[in-house]
């Protein structure tokens, strides 16, 4: 299984970004259940933001209850995470993983950097 994200970037406290992951690879149609976004702050451990089950399912973290949204397409094989009202502290890589099952931890993309300033 081979994920590519997409979508980060610059952008100002209280502004968008729109990450997206594209998954590929046969084994991915049969056998991936849960795909999520981690995020790794600089100097921090990786930590899970959002999580989607092919059946809809979705897990936040407190931090970003109601300003992220996690969605999926599962006939592009693509997740998606809608940040909003982005703060300095949602500043570094995002990653997009999956997993047959919770947590989404078996394959990772290469990450995506993502940067809030002022």
């Known amino acids: 299984v081979q994920l590519v994200e997409s979508g980060g970037g610059l952008v100002q406290p209280g502004g968008s970004l729109r990450l997206s992951c594209e998954a590929s690879?046969?084994?991915?149609?049969?056998?991936?259940?849960?795909m999520g976004w981690y995020h790794q702050a600089p100097g921090m451990q990786r930590e899970l933001v959002a999580t989607r089950s092919r059946d809809g399912i979705t897990n936040y973290a407190d931090s970003v209850k109601g300003r992220f949204i996690i969605s999926r397409d599962n006939a592009r094989n693509t997740v998606y995470l809608q940040m909003n009202t982005l703060g300095p502290e949602d500043t570094g890589m995002y990653y997009c993983?999956?997993?047959?099952?919770?947590?989404?931890?078996?394959?990772w993309g290469q990450g995506t950097q993502v940067t809030v300033f002022s």
């Open positions: 690879g046969s084994f991915f149609s049969t056998s991936i259940d849960v």
């Open positions: 993983s999956a997993s047959p099952s919770y947590p989404p931890s078996a394959f």
